[in-house]
């Protein structure tokens, strides 16, 4: 068994409605299965408030910086503006 670290994904896409947080957490549960560590932004933040968005940020950005890889749910009639 390997000793290196699991690459690291940042699973991005629309979670406005729980229809999208469900679908975007089924795309980061095949890429978990598929053997990669991820960053899912509305599981791994806390609830945004007016005086955390800061750090929602910076915990958004450290996790693009730390990925080796992006998955980006791009589906829709419009790509989402976070996402894009």
């Known amino acids: 068994m390997s000793n290196l670290p699991k690459p690291y994904v940042y699973v991005a896409g629309p ?7 469900w ?6 549960q095949l890429i978990q299965d ?10 791994d933040n806390p609830p945004k408030t ?9 915990n958004d950005k450290g996790g693009i910086d ?3 890889v992006v998955v980006a749910n791009l589906n829709g009639i419009m ?3 976070g996402t894009a």
Not at 15 to 21: A, N, Q, S, T, V
Not at 23 to 28: A, G, H, M, P
Request: with cysteine.
């Open 66 to 68: 730390r990925c080796q």
């Open 23 to 28: 679908f975007i957490e089924k795309i980061d």
């Open 50 to 58: 007016a005086e955390n968005v800061g750090e929602i940020f910076l």
């Open 15 to 21: 979670l406005f409605d729980e229809g999208e947080r």
């Open 79 to 81: 790509t989402d503006d």
């Open 34 to 43: 598929a053997g990669f560590d991820t960053f899912l932004p509305h599981r």
